[in-house]
């Protein structure tokens, strides 16, 4: 057994995302640091790699993990289309990877052994937010926004194909280029009668908002979780956010507060880093799940655990996390029993949740 129990991390370190892959490499590394006992005697080191939100980068990067033979698992990634291709690599070599926030529905429906997701998937997000407007707030007629990316195609899909079963309508459907910043023209050319419109993206949901409410359009505003994001969207939203019908936006993980231990995590990672402004929740969890699971391999194999020792454990585990109600366990398909999708409004500058519903059945 080498001297020291290695795990890595995958995420955005620069580029569009650089903040939200800051925040969940600073909750795992905070998650490695509250460890009271290293593990089997053994110090737990940690390292962490920046794959800019780029596919390409990412497969660079899990080639690197998997060739040293002591790192036991990864965390990782944050970008959907970045976990999709690195999960290949480490599945090749039997490197647990677990992901906190990677959300597109075709991440897991692969089965990779070593494939682990602890959100909630895009099906089971759309479809709930799709029920919420539909069956709760009387939401008959949608236009559909998405970014060209695959995270905004999942969303936009998820999104759509549940709200049609349910009786709804796609009145208009666009696509917008990620990153962009002007949506004067998109709204412009709106020409349906429509009662809400719904964003699959992230980084340009607030400036849809603000083209919305200065054309005069006073629909509601709702999006996937790429959204859920105090930095990317409630800043540049600002006074927008509680105009006309308002905003409704989806999250993977419950209000601070609603999860016992969630408000001690926040508190602690509020002292070192700042607030917290999306899932370092459930990147914290994560990583204690992936050392819980090296823990128990090591014991099962008599304290020289090998990668595949790891996915056994994993497979395995039960782990009473911060970020659900219920312990974490996985299903066939590698995807967490316990996750939740939490739908929040803005009030006064913030987000306030309203509703949580659990992992439907039949869906994912």
């Known amino acids: 057994m080498s001297e020291a129990i290695r795990i890595a991390i995958g995420a955005p370190l620069s580029g569009n995302a650089a903040a939200l892959g800051a925040e969940m490499k600073q ?32 497969r660079q990067i899990a080639d690197e993990f998997c060739s ?3 790192l036991l698992g990864v965390v990782g990634h944050y970008n959907s289309n970045v976990t999709i291709a690195a999960a290949e690599t480490y599945a090749a070599h039997d490197l647990a990877m677990i992901t906190p926030i990677a959300s597109d529905t075709a991440l897991t429906e692969r089965a990779l052994p070593n494939v682990f997701r602890f959100t909630n998937r895009d099906d089971q997000t ?23 990316t695959m995270y905004g195609h999942s969303m ?5 194909r549940a709200f049609l079963s349910l009786g709804g309508r796609i009145a208009e459907r666009r696509t917008v280029r990620e ?3 002007d949506f004067e023209p998109v709204v412009a050319s709106l020409r349906a009668d429509f009662d809400l419109l719904f964003y699959g993206g992230s980084f340009e949901g607030a400036f849809i908002l603000r083209a919305m409410r200065r054309a005069g359009l006073d629909q509601l505003f709702a999006s996937g979780d790429g959204c859920w994001d105090a930095v990317n969207f409630l800043e540049p939203a600002g006074e927008t956010a509680t105009l006309g019908e308002g905003v409704l936006v989806l999250s993977a ?42 823990k128990d391999a090591i014991t099962e194999s008599n304290g020289n655990p090998s990668r595949r020792d790891v996915l056994i454990a994993m497979r395995k585990l039960r782990f009473q996390g911060i970020a659900y109600s219920d312990p ?8 967490n ?22 992992k439907m059945q039949g869906i994912g």
């Open 27 to 58: 909750a795992i590394e905070l998650a490695v640091e509250e460890q009271i006992a290293d593990i089997a005697g053994l110090p737990i080191l940690l390292e962490a790699a920046d794959d800019q939100g780029k596919v390409e980068s990412g």
């Open 337 to 358: 029993l316990a996750a939740v999708t939490a739908l929040y409004v803005v009030e006064n500058g913030r987000f306030r949740q309203i509703a949580e519903i659990p």
């Open 253 to 294: 993980t419950p209000a601070l507060g609603k999860v016992a231990g969630s408000s001690d995590f926040a508190a602690r990672y509020a002292a070192l880093f700042g607030p917290i402004g999306n899932y370092a929740v459930n990147s914290y969890d994560s990583a204690r799940v992936l050392i819980a699971a090296i």
């Open 328 to 335: 974490v366990q996985w299903d066939e398909k590698g995807d």
């Open 156 to 160: 936009g899909s998820a999104f759509s």
């Open 179 to 181: 990153g962009s910043r």
């Open 68 to 70: 040293q033979p002591d």
């Open 126 to 148: 759309g479809a709930a937010i799709a029920r919420h407007l539909y069956d709760v707030m009387g939401k008959r007629r949608a236009v559909l926004v998405e970014t060209e």
